[in-house]
């Protein structure tokens, strides 16, 4: 079965500073690997995804990932936070026929 | 192009009252899902479709049944809600789970059940 770890469940940075949030997945081949954002009170939006090919994915909002096969790893980076980057991030996972499964989240908040 | 409807956006139930949570999309998807999204449990797959006429359970189906008689609809009914069903509740869709296949969520349906 596939799953989907993210260590951090909040976490807090600087505006300007850099920012990694952590997914480790669990699956026995190379899954499809999705990062989603969500606003309080919203909906869910695509950060990036990685099917296949370049290990780093460029994203929306400056955000990338880099897939690490040998850590089993997908982490979220992006250079310099924003304080409109405070929200909820959820690492996901499927195959290819399986519905799409979620880590707990790790909520982000931004100080001054 | 609606994408994924959802209705109502917020709702308040009485425990042992039924309802449905209406979700339609206009894509023409084959794959629909319903999860629900609870504080630290990140979203959790109830049940999900791979195609009208067929469904199947998800990590936690108990007290929703779905029915997926055409494409476009995949209504979850709550048959006797429960405190514990208080939750905030997702539909997906896409053309099927597989590589390049975007999945486009609703805008959330909250409910509470008192």
């Known amino acids: 079965a596939q799953s989907v770890t993210q260590p951090d469940i909040h976490i807090t940075v600087s505006e300007g500073a850099s920012l990694e949030l952590r997914c480790n997945y669990s699956?026995?081949?190379?899954?499809?690997l999705f990062w989603y954002v969500q606003s309080p009170g919203q909906g869910l939006q695509l950060l990036l995804k990685?099917?296949?090919?370049?290990?780093l994915v460029q994203g929306i909002k400056g955000f990338e990932a880099e897939f690490k096969r040998s850590q089993s790893s997908f982490n979220l980076r992006k250079p310099s936070v924003h304080w409109s980057d405070a929200a909820e991030y959820f690492c996901?996972?499927?195959?290819?026929?399986?519905?799409?499964?979620f880590g707990k989240g790790t909520r982000l908040s931004v100080i001054a | 192009n609606a994408g994924v409807t959802q209705t109502p956006k917020f709702q308040v139930l009485k425990t042992g009252q039924s309802m449905t949570l209406q979700c339609a999309q206009d894509?023409?998807?084959?794959?629909m899902s319903w999860y629900r999204q609870d504080p630290g449990m990140g979203l959790r797959l109830i049940h999900y479709?791979?195609?009208?006429?067929?469904?199947d359970q998800g990590e936690v189906p108990n007290g929703y049944n779905v029915s997926r008689s055409t494409t476009e609809d995949f209504p979850l009914r709550l048959l006797s809600a429960a405190p514990s069903q208080t939750s905030v509740y997702f539909c997906?869709?896409?053309?099927?789970?597989?590589?390049?296949?975007?999945?486009?969520f609703g805008e959330g349906s909250w409910l509470t059940v008192v």
């Open positions: 990685y099917f296949s090919g370049d290990t």
């Open positions: 997906a869709s896409s053309y099927g789970t597989g590589k390049g296949n975007t999945i486009y």
């Open positions: 894509m023409n998807h084959e794959y």
């Open positions: 479709s791979v195609g009208a006429g067929i469904t």
């Open positions: 996901a996972i499927n195959s290819g026929n399986t519905p799409l499964v």
């Open positions: 699956y026995g081949a190379t899954p499809y």
